[in-house]
C-alpha cells in the first residue's frame, strides 16, 4: 500500500490561487510516477497533470497548460500542485495517484494504482 493524504483544497475567487500537496510514505513512494486527477460533479476523473520519479518530466492537460505547476520534493515525499489563475471550471475533487515508473507519464485513470481520498477545490466568480 502506498498512502496518498491530499491537502490544501479551499474556496477561493476566480483568478486566485492555491497549492495543493500530497504526502506520501516509504520506499515505493519515492520511486512512483505521481499524477494529479480531478473529478468534478457528473464528469468523468480526468488527468491535470503528471511528475517522473525524478521530476526532470511533466505532464499537464491543455486545460490547465500555463496556469498549473506540478513537483516533487522527494525529501519530504510530496508532490505539489500550485494552481494559478484559477477558473470556474478548475472546481472539482482533486486526486493524488501514483504508480511504478514508466518511460513516459501516462494520463489514465487506469494506469494508475494508488490513490488518494480527494481534496476539494471550489472556485467562485
Known amino acids: 500500500q502506498v498512502p496518498l493524504v491530499e491537502s490544501g483544497g479551499g474556496l477561493v475567487q476566480a483568478g486566485g490561487s492555491l497549492r495543493l500537496s500530497c504526502t506520501t510514505s516509504?520506499?515505493?513512494?519515492?520511486?512512483?510516477?505521481m499524477g494529479w486527477f480531478r473529478q468534478a460533479p457528473g464528469k468523468e476523473r480526468e488527468f491535470v497533470a503528471g511528475?517522473?520519479?525524478?521530476?526532470?518530466?511533466?505532464s499537464y492537460a491543455d486545460s490547465v497548460k500555463g496556469r498549473f505547476t506540478i513537483s516533487r520534493d522527494s525529501a519530504k515525499d510530496t508532490v505539489y500542485l500550485q494552481m494559478n489563475n484559477l477558473k470556474t471550471e478548475d472546481t472539482a475533487v482533486y486526486y493524488c495517484?501514483?504508480?511504478?515508473?514508466?518511460?513516459?507519464?501516462?494520463?489514465?485513470?487506469?494506469?494508475?494504482?494508488?490513490w488518494g481520498q480527494g481534496t476539494q477545490v471550489t472556485v467562485s466568480s
Open positions: 495517484a501514483a504508480r511504478q515508473p514508466l518511460y513516459y507519464i501516462p494520463s489514465n485513470v487506469r494506469d494508475y494504482r494508488y
Open positions: 516509504g520506499r515505493t513512494a519515492s520511486s512512483s510516477i
Open positions: 511528475i517522473s520519479r525524478s521530476g526532470s518530466m511533466t
